[in-house]
Structures are given as structure tokens and as C-alpha cells.
């Protein structure tokens, strides 16, 4: 069971709009920066998002973050076979000294 | 050209030990933290273990607490993660990553290839 909770799969069609969720407590979410990360198949991940909304050079203005009390959101737009992928929230978890991440979100694009 | 480059993985049987390492290039080493992120077949991502930039710090999950070790060499800007007492749950690519912060707590802006750990008799 992970310390942050993200839906296990979202999906949407070519061009639409998703949004994968990410919800946590005062501990980790709510007293520290969100940051998201994209897992291709078969790679490594990547850092997508750093500081709940900023995007690394790079990372098209597609993709973005948010962050409201406890929970954290990734949004995509336009989306784009190339981004099927488990996507990943993580973060500072002050009560445990440990960096923790959500479940995972598997996105599809239909 | 920024790169981590993890070796050091294999198969191994429980109980023994493993010592994985993650070579870095391309920027100022010593300036960073770093973490250990591992992740199980078909599973999700787990963090291991941070070190800071200094060495002077360092965090692990609870459930690797007393059986691994991570430290860095800053004149060989490599880290290494030391595993003990080595269980079949540990079996996992294992992933270095730079932490954007010298005191991490901060996004992993940097991630190797993975090295895999096989745990099994």
C-alpha cells in the first residue's frame, strides 16, 4: 500500500484531456513540493513536473501540475500515442524521513 | 553529458550480500544528493535510501533499516548502495537518481538505466 494514492489507470482518446490524481496528507503532500515523473515501457523514469508546476527544459507545455492542500494533480492535454505510460507522484514525507511515490497511473491512450 | 551509470546487480541467494554502485558524469557531484529508488517486476516505484551531498545524512524505508547501507565517494563521484541479509522481496531494477537539491527532500531530476537484483536460491 503506498503512502500516496493515484487511480491504477486512466484513459482518454487522441487529442482529449486527462487528468491523474495524486492524494496524500500533512506530512508528505501537504507540507512539501510535489514532483511527477513519466515511465515509458521498458525505460527508466523521468522527472515531468518538479515544484507541483514547474516542467524541467524540455518538457512541452502539454503537461502540467497543481497542487491543492493534500493532493496533487497531473494534467495532459493533447494527448499523443507517444504518451502511454505509468506515470508516478512523489514526494518528501516528513513523519517517515522518507521519500515515498504513489501506486502508479497507467495511462491509455484509446 | 549528465549520466548515471548503475552496475554491481545480479543474482544472488538470500542471506548473501550485494554492493550495487552508480557512477556519475557530466556534472559537479558533490554538489547533489542522491537516492536509491528500486522497483519490483510489473510493480511500482519504492525508494530506498538518500544520501546527502556532504555524506553527512543519510535516510532509508524502513524496511532495508539495518540491512543496507548507502554511501559516496565524492573524489570518485560514484555512490553505492551495500545490501545485507539480501530476501526475495528485495528482488528489483534498481535505480540511481540525482535529487535537484544538495539536502534532497527535493525532485529526482536525474535517473541511471537500473541495475537488477535477483534474489533467489
Keep these: 500500500q503506498s503512502v500516496l494514492t493515484q487511480p491504477p489507470s486512466v484513459s482518454a482518446a487522441p487529442g482529449q484531456r ?3 490524481s495524486c492524494s496524500g496528507s500533512s506530512s508528505n503532500i501537504g507540507s512539501d ?25 524540455g518538457i512541452p507545455d502539454r503537461f502540467s501540475g497543481s497542487k491543492s492542500g493534500t ?3 497531473l494534467g495532459i492535454t493533447g494527448l499523443q500515442s507517444g504518451d502511454e505510460a505509468d506515470y508516478y507522484c512523489g514526494t518528501w514525507d516528513s513523519s517517515l524521513s522518507a521519500g515515498v511515490f504513489g501506486g502508479g497511473t497507467k495511462l491509455t491512450v484509446l | 553529458q549528465v549520466l548515471l551509470v548503475e552496475s ?6 538470500p542471506g548473501r550480500s550485494l554492493r550495487l554502485s ?7 557531484f558533490n554538489n547533489y544528493a542522491f537516492h536509491w529508488v528500486r522497483q519490483a517486476p510489473g510493480k511500482g516505484l519504492e525508494w530506498v535510501a538518500i544520501i546527502w551531498y556532504d555524506g553527512s545524512e543519510k535516510y532509508y524505508r524502513d524496511s532495508v533499516k539495518g540491512r543496507f547501507t548507502i554511501s559516496r565517494d565524492n573524489s570518485k563521484n560514484t555512490v553505492y ?6 530476501r526475495a522481496e528485495d528482488t528489483a531494477v534498481y535505480y540511481c537518481a540525482r535529487d535537484k537539491a544538495s539536502f534532497g527532500g527535493d525532485s529526482l531530476d536525474i535517473w541511471g538505466q537500473g541495475t537488477m537484483v535477483t534474489v533467489s536460491s
Design chain 1, 18 to 20: 486527462v487528468t491523474i
Design chain 1, 33 to 57: 513540493y510535489v514532483s511527477w515523473y513519466q515511465q515509458l515501457p521498458g525505460t527508466a523514469p523521468k522527472l515531468l513536473i518538479f515544484d507541483n508546476n514547474k516542467r524541467p527544459s
Design chain 1, 71 to 73: 493532493s496533487a494533480t
Design chain 2, 8 to 13: 554491481g546487480g545480479g543474482v544472488v541467494q
Design chain 2, 22 to 28: 552508480c557512477a556519475a558524469s557530466g556534472f559537479t
Design chain 2, 81 to 86: 548502495l551495500q545490501m545485507n541479509s539480501l
